[in-house]
């Protein structure tokens, strides 16, 4: 960038080396602090202490509440830990180029799309997937269906879905049924709650479809970008780093498919790893929002391309296994389970991570 040079300060950020004023004030700071306030917890600390002590009661707890909220607030967007020296959150209000530069008010962008995506869905799962599973020959049909019996329906929902043989002794004795029949009812039983497989084909091939279509289009806008070529090109004059048309589409449509899944998960197929694939999507959404706000799309596209690497070859072996094509299964999976690793154990850690840290710490060294 002819003699810029990323500077860190503070809580890690980025300046450009001899610029003390940003390109939209022509020099003018946002005003000198009257003294460094303290950093991280500490300061949060004092903050909450100091609000404890504040008067109870009505309407000043409201305003307690609301200026402990706002100090909160301030201390998670802090200038002092995002932005490098002498920039703040008004230096990237200006226009730049193209689209300007990354506003929180983009993030809502990816509500509606969220929503249109999810009726994209709908339609693709019922007028696309769906002909394409009966077509390999899974059955639109359920399990079979238990015998009804209230007894055993009791024990099934309140006490346990897998009897041991002394429960299943008693149970034969007061239905007097024989101990293998009543295995039988509770096997069956388990099965009819557990969904269709054409059920699980349609979802897996929707979002097979999405992280196909997504990291084709990722790796067509990466290709004409430099900074896949020369990661250094992330940080080079951070923050200013106007945003582009093709890096708005793709971080909100990343957004909105994940805040779709999110949504989603509550109506779809309930997984045992519910809980997990919950918080996976919550982290996921927390980390493209911020990287977004802040200004870090360029190594965030980097990192989002990779994940989508591997993750639609996941849900190929999957459709593989509903269609009953073991041996195209296995395939993919040993596919999936290369270019896993190769991305997001290799790729990941040693290019993106590595020559972040790299940069920064040339730039650390530099400036002192």
């Known amino acids: 960038?002819?003699?810029?040079?990323?500077?860190?300060?503070?809580?890690?950020?980025?300046?450009?080396?001899?610029?003390?004023?940003?390109?939209?004030?022509?020099?003018?700071?946002?005003?000198?602090?009257?003294?460094?306030?303290?950093?991280?917890?500490?300061?949060?600390?004092?903050?909450?202490?100091?609000?404890?002590?504040?008067?109870?009661?009505?309407?000043?707890?409201?305003?307690?509440?609301a200026g402990a909220l706002g100090l909160l607030w301030g201390w998670l967007w802090s200038e002092r830990f995002w932005l490098p020296q002498n920039v703040s959150w008004a230096d990237l209000e200006g226009p730049g180029d193209g689209y300007g530069y990354p506003r929180a008010r983009h993030i809502f962008s990816a509500f509606p799309v969220a929503a249109g995506i999810f009726s994209v869905r709908l339609l693709f799962e019922r007028f696309i997937a769906k002909p394409c599973a009966l077509h390999v020959g899974i059955q639109d049909s359920g399990p079979y269906p238990a015998q009804p019996n209230a007894i055993l329906e009791k024990v099934f929902i309140s006490i346990t879905k897998y009897p041991d043989e002394k429960r299943l002794e008693g149970l034969s004795k007061q239905l007097d049924w024989d101990v293998r029949k009543i295995q039988c009812w509770f096997r069956h039983r388990r099965n009819?709650?557990?969904?269709?497989?054409?059920?699980?084909?349609?979802?897996?091939?929707?979002?097979?479809?999405?992280?196909?279509?997504?990291?084709?289009?990722?790796?067509?806008?990466?290709?004409?970008?430099?900074?896949?070529?020369?990661?250094q090109q992330c940080w080079r004059g951070y923050p200013y780093q106007p945003l582009t048309s093709g890096l708005y589409y793709y971080y909100i449509m990343e957004l909105a498919f994940y805040w779709s899944l999110m949504f989603s998960q509550f109506i779809d197929i309930k997984r045992k790893d519910f809980l997990i694939m919950f918080v996976h999507h919550l982290a996921t959404i927390g980390l493209i929002t911020f990287s977004y706000i802040n200004n870090m799309v360029r190594v965030g596209t980097l990192i989002m391309c990779l994940h989508d690497a591997s993750d639609f070859l996941l849900e190929a072996a999957k459709l593989a296994n509903y269609a009953k094509y073991q041996r195209l299964c296995d395939t993919l999976f040993v596919i999936f389970s290369a270019v896993f690793v190769v991305t997001r154990l290799g790729i990941y850690p040693f290019w993106c991570l590595r020559m972040t840290a790299v940069t920064w710490k040339a730039a650390r060294r530099k400036k002192t």
């Not at 202490?49 to 309407?59: I, N």
């Not at 699980?200 to 806008?221: A, D, V």
């Open 192 to 231: 009819q709650d557990k969904p269709p497989t054409l059920t699980k084909f349609c979802e897996s091939m929707w979002r097979f479809t999405f992280y196909l279509s997504i990291f084709c289009y990722g790796i067509k806008f990466l290709w004409s970008s430099p900074w896949f070529w020369d990661i």
């Open 1 to 65: 960038m002819g003699g810029e040079e990323a500077l860190p300060h503070g809580g890690g950020g980025l300046r450009l080396a001899g610029d003390e004023k940003g390109p939209e004030r022509g020099g003018c700071q946002s005003g000198p602090a009257p003294g460094p306030p303290p950093r991280g917890f500490r300061w949060l600390k004092l903050q909450l202490r100091l609000w404890r002590r504040r008067p109870r009661g009505g309407r000043k707890m409201a305003t307690a509440a």
